[in-house]
């Protein structure tokens, strides 16, 4: 369960282009679901998963993950609750050029101190999961859109996270292919992870993969 109390977040406070990207978010979420944050750019929607997933700090209000505060403590700490609990797929991947796909993959897990051997064989066994093992070795500009889309989920799930959030992960997708990502989710939720994505495309919000879909406007909840 991941609880947010009061969340109000606010970028250049004080000053003349102070702006509130969220004003007064309260939401509980449901472990072991997948929830969509619909809503224009602009809305809050990528804010507030930020917020959630320890990237970013509110300027007041409260996010618990599991019953713990999370959002008031050290940097030192959300590091390693970021490592250890979140795995953060990117509208863009921001997978690193000149490295092969299984080098990507196991690139977050390397401070964890596990064993290189075992890193890679559990990077593997990912590539296996999303048919993606004769690429292993190929540097990322090489691989295409949806290749690159499940490097970047092989990536997200190295370290085992309980919450996977997504940014609009179907955005560079075609259909076919933001429909293949689709029928991952339902994999996600059966091994147990809660999901958190933000999207404002239908084959998304509409569908049978989504247990809940939170619309959001101005930094407010419309529809929750």
């Given at each position: 369960m991941i609880e947010i109390s009061a969340v109000h977040k606010a970028f250049?406070?004080?000053q003349h282009n102070e702006y509130w990207a969220l004003q007064g978010?309260?939401?509980?979420?449901e472990a072991g679901k997948v929830t969509a944050f619909r809503g224009p750019s602009g809305s809050g929607k990528t804010t507030l998963?930020?917020?959630?997933?320890?990237l970013a700090r509110p300027t007041s209000g409260r996010v618990r993950l599991r019953g713990e505060e999370v959002s008031g403590l050290p940097e030192r700490f959300l590091?390693?609750?970021r490592r250890r609990s979140f795995g953060f797929v990117f509208q863009q991947f921001n997978l690193i050029r000149g490295l092969s796909?299984?080098?990507?993959i196991i690139l977050p897990a390397l401070?964890?101190?596990?064993?290189?051997?075992?890193?890679?064989?559990?990077?593997m066994a990912l590539l296996e999961q999303l048919q993606l093992t004769q690429r292993a070795q190929a540097k990322v500009e090489w691989l295409s859109g949806g290749e690159q889309q499940r490097v970047a989920i092989a990536r997200a799930l190295i370290n085992d996270p309980e919450v996977i959030i997504a940014d609009e992960p179907t955005a560079n997708l075609d259909s076919t292919l933001a429909g293949e990502f689709m029928g991952l989710l339902a994999s996600f939720?059966?091994?147990g992870k809660t999901v958190l994505l933000t999207s404002h495309d239908p084959l998304v919000v509409e569908s049978a993969a989504v247990h809940r879909v939170v619309a959001m406007r101005d930094g407010k909840l419309?529809?929750?």
């Open positions: 250049n406070q004080g978010i309260d939401l509980r979420i998963l930020t917020i959630v997933g320890c590091t390693e609750i796909a299984l080098e990507n401070p964890t101190g596990r064993p290189r051997a075992q890193l890679v064989a559990a990077a939720t059966a091994a419309i529809e929750a």
